[in-house]
């Protein structure tokens, strides 16, 4: 069984460019979650998503930053003219199904895309 | 969502038990606790989980105490593989998502 795929691995963008990451969810999971790490920092929780839905966006930058998981396809994170702060690791997780107290269920993840901004 | 401590970081000798130490005193009667943990540039690995009693796998040992006030992960035979940051989460019923703190930075000495 495939886990999080993440594409690309590494990505270098110069300053007030786009940069997207691409995430497949492990097979028979429809809920996506994206974290980033900052150098030398703790994982931060960005966003969760359903197909077509965003549930929880509260650790989304209100500017610049835009997700999106679609019927079809990978979910995707969108950074618009990216700053040099924007380097960092992006790390997107899946789980089966809503991820309550009462199941216990867990989340995987993949192994991140460093985005680098020059 | 509980809050959690941890130390900052710990030793263990390559072979011996790695016992790491978790308080989260504000836990909920429905709330779970969560283990990981994130080898330098990877990503985040599941270790274990439990709500009340102990659990083991095949990676680790998880001890919950009685009044669920704090939580160790055991791993019985430390290698230098498992050097890494070791986070413990205690996931809340209003979110789906998991907060990670600062967690432990282990380091298995040869």
């Known amino acids: 069984n495939a886990g999080v795929m993440q594409n690309p691995r590494h990505l270098v963008r110069r300053r007030g460019q786009e940069a997207r990451l691409r995430c497949s969810p492990m097979k028979g999971h429809s809920h996506v979650y994206w974290y980033r790490q900052l150098p030398e920092e703790g994982l931060k929780f960005m966003v969760y998503l359903q197909k077509e839905n965003i549930i929880d966006e509260s650790g989304m930058p209100k500017e610049r930053f835009s997700a999106e998981f679609p019927k079809e396809g990978p979910s995707i994170l969108r950074i618009q003219q990216v700053v040099r702060g924007d380097s960092a690791a992006y790390f997107c997780a899946s789980s089966p199904n809503v991820v309550g107290t009462g199941s216990g269920n867990t989340i995987y993840f993949g192994e991140g895309s460093w985005l680098t901004v020059v | 969502d509980a809050k959690t401590t941890q130390p900052p970081s710990m030793d263990c000798a390559e072979g011996r038990a790695a016992n790491l130490p978790c308080n989260h005193s504000?836990?909920?009667?429905?709330?779970?606790v969560y283990w990981y943990r994130q080898i330098h540039s990877q990503g985040p690995q599941y270790i274990i989980h439990g709500l009340k009693n102990n659990e083991t796998n095949e990676m680790a040992s998880l001890i919950i105490t009685e009044d669920r006030k704090s939580s160790t992960l055991i791993l019985p035979h430390a290698t230098l593989r498992d050097t890494a940051v070791y986070y413990c989460?205690?996931?809340?019923?209003?979110?789906?998502?998991?907060?990670f703190g600062t967690g432990t930075s282990l380091t298995v000495i040869p």
């Open positions: 989460i205690v996931r809340g019923y209003t979110g789906n998502q998991f907060y």
């Open positions: 504000t836990i909920s009667g429905n709330e779970y």
